[in-house]
């Protein structure tokens, strides 16, 4: 029993450092592969058409999986039925060549399965193109679909076998190779027939597309996650159009501008322009037409420098009862200065002889000096000021 504990223990020790979710990451892990399914939209497909088959790998009666890209497929008899694509998407493709019967084949690491297919000698009556009528901007594409009914009243996904067509075909071109069957690409302005054809006597459908001016699929702004250091300064943000036929346009002006976080950084609506409030980051966006773009604004607050206060006049010198401003001047490691005299705390050693205001204002009172002293910060300056009798 211990043994069996701890070899156990051991098993669960290597599939969680090998990162093991429970999930086969090959065709054997933990299960062999043991039948195959083969399945497809009908067993009989007109003549001159092709359908897609379906491989599902039963893995030790534990899971399903879709192995059908990872089969080799064949047919019995190709003068019938046949696989004319080696590569994805089309390599489960069969193409009907002339009426009868066939057995297809799907083979995995060595099993396989097979798969009766018929095919009918009915003729195509009808084409139509789903969507009837679509439109889309210049530089877009739009996918159109096209089914054929048959003379034994059966329809059929001709997307891949019909032969893709547009008239004029100045305004959009439509694909006919084998991996974009039917996909249209908008070029120019204007409108155009979308047309599918498929029969030996051919049969058409036809669609109708409007291909309107380049719109606007994304926004852009920049400068992309700046940084600014200080407050009350200015950032000049530009917002630029991207369009679906890869042209870009400045819309600065023309949008709506916001700031998620104003207490960080505020925003004129109508502008660019952002102003620093306070350190911490916002996110800046713009908006035209119900398309946003959008960046980060960090603001951060300058340190002072050392010795980064100033006071002036440095030797101040007044009469009793007479007053002097004082000023201080703040210097920051990124050389900024800033004037924050009302912002300190304002002391003086010998107030009888010179008092001072929280605005830094000196009033004279006896003769004799006194120390005046203003912090901020962290850090203080101090100034010693002579009052005289006159």
Same mark, same amino acid.
Not at 49 to 74: E, I, N, P, Y
Not at 247 to 260: F, H, K, L, R, V
Not at 311 to 328: F, K, W, Y
């Given at each position: 029993?211990?043994?069996?504990?701890?070899?156990?223990?051991?098993?669960?020790?290597?599939?969680?450092?090998?990162?093991?979710?429970?999930?086969?990451?090959?065709?054997?892990?933990?299960?062999?592969?043991?039948?195959?399914?083969?399945?497809?939209?009908?067993?009989?497909?007109?003549?001159?058409?092709?359908?897609?088959?379906?491989?599902?790998?039963?893995?030790?009666?534990?899971?399903?999986?879709?192995?059908?890209?990872?089969?080799?497929?064949?047919?019995?008899?190709?003068?019938?039925?046949?696989?004319?694509?080696?590569?994805?998407?089309?390599?489960?493709?069969?193409?009907?060549?002339?009426?009868?019967?066939?057995?297809?084949?799907?083979?995995?690491?060595?099993?396989?399965?097979?798969?009766?297919?018929?095919?009918?000698?009915?003729?195509?009556?009808?084409?139509?193109?789903?969507?009837?009528?679509?439109?889309?901007?210049?530089?877009?594409?739009?996918?159109?679909?096209?089914?054929?009914?048959?003379?034994?009243?059966?329809?059929?996904?001709?997307?891949?076998?019909?032969?893709?067509?547009?008239?004029?075909?100045?305004?959009?071109?439509?694909?006919?190779?084998?991996?974009?069957?039917?996909?249209?690409? $908008? =070029?120019? !302005?204007?409108?155009?027939? *979308?047309?599918? +054809?498929?029969? #030996?006597?051919?049969? @058409?459908?036809? /669609?109708? &597309?409007?291909?309107?001016?380049?719109?606007?699929?994304?926004?852009?702004?920049?400068?992309?996650?700046?940084?600014?250091?200080?407050?009350?300064?200015?950032?000049?943000?530009?917002?630029?159009?991207?369009?679906?036929?890869?042209?870009?346009?400045?819309?600065?002006?023309?949008?709506?501008?916001?700031?998620?976080?104003?207490?960080? $950084? =505020?925003? !004129?609506?109508?502008?660019? *322009?952002?102003? +620093?409030?306070? #350190?911490?980051?916002? @996110?800046?966006? /713009?908006? &035209?037409?119900?398309?946003?773009?959008?960046?980060?604004?960090?603001?951060?607050?300058?340190?002072?420098?050392?010795?980064?206060?100033?006071?002036?006049?440095?030797?101040?010198?007044?009469?009793?009862?007479?007053?002097?401003?004082?000023?201080?001047?703040?210097?920051?490691?990124?050389?900024?200065?800033?004037?924050?005299?009302?912002?300190?705390?304002?002391?003086?050693?010998?107030?009888?002889?010179?008092?001072?205001? #929280?605005?830094?204002?000196?009033?004279?009172?006896?003769?004799?000096?006194?120390?005046?002293?203003?912090?901020?910060?962290?850090?203080?300056?101090?100034?010693?000021?002579?009052?005289?009798?006159?």
């Amino acid at each position: 029993m211990i043994n069996r504990f701890w070899s156990g223990l051991l098993t669960v020790l290597l599939l969680a450092g090998c990162g093991w979710d429970g999930t086969p990451t090959r065709p054997n892990d933990f299960a062999q592969l043991t039948s195959i399914t083969i399945s497809a939209v009908s067993a009989t497909i007109a003549n001159g058409t092709s359908a897609k088959l379906v491989a599902t790998g039963h893995f030790s009666g534990q899971f399903d999986r879709d192995v059908t890209d990872r089969a080799v497929w064949s047919s019995a008899s190709p003068a019938v039925a046949d696989f004319r694509y080696s590569a994805a998407p089309n390599k489960n493709r069969v193409t009907a060549v002339t009426p009868g019967t066939t057995v297809v084949t799907a083979t995995v690491d060595g099993v396989s399965a097979t798969y009766v297919l018929t095919v009918s000698s009915a003729t195509v009556q009808a084409v139509t193109i789903t969507p009837a009528t679509a439109s889309i901007p210049v530089g877009m594409t739009t996918q159109f679909a096209a089914t054929g009914s048959f003379s034994d009243a059966t329809t059929q996904d001709l997307t891949f076998d019909a032969v893709w067509s547009s008239t004029p075909g100045t305004f959009a071109t439509v694909s006919n190779i084998s991996v974009s069957k039917g996909l249209a690409s $908008a =070029t120019a !302005v204007g409108n155009e027939s *979308v047309v599918a +054809t498929f029969g #030996a006597a051919p049969v @058409s459908g036809t /669609a109708s &597309l409007a291909v309107s001016a380049p719109a606007m699929q994304s926004i852009t702004v920049s400068p992309a996650n700046s940084t600014v250091s200080g407050l009350s300064k200015t950032v000049t943000f530009t917002a630029t159009g991207n369009y679906s036929d890869g042209t870009t346009s400045d819309i600065t002006g023309q949008a709506t501008w916001a700031s998620t976080k104003p207490g960080f $950084a =505020t925003i !004129v609506a109508g502008s660019g *322009v952002a102003t +620093t409030v306070a #350190a911490g980051t916002t @996110s800046i966006s /713009a908006t &035209l037409n119900g398309i946003s773009g959008s960046t980060n604004l960090t603001v951060t607050v300058p340190v002072l420098d050392t010795n980064g206060l100033q006071i002036t006049p440095a030797s101040p010198s007044m009469s009793v009862g007479a007053t002097q401003q004082l000023t201080v001047m703040a210097t920051y490691t990124d050389s900024s200065s800033k004037d924050v005299t009302s912002s300190c705390v304002w002391t003086s050693s010998a107030p009888s002889n010179a008092s001072v205001s #929280a605005t830094g204002l000196v009033t004279g009172g006896i003769a004799g000096t006194t120390v005046i002293t203003a912090a901020y910060g962290g850090q203080f300056t101090a100034v010693t000021v002579t009052v005289t009798v006159h």
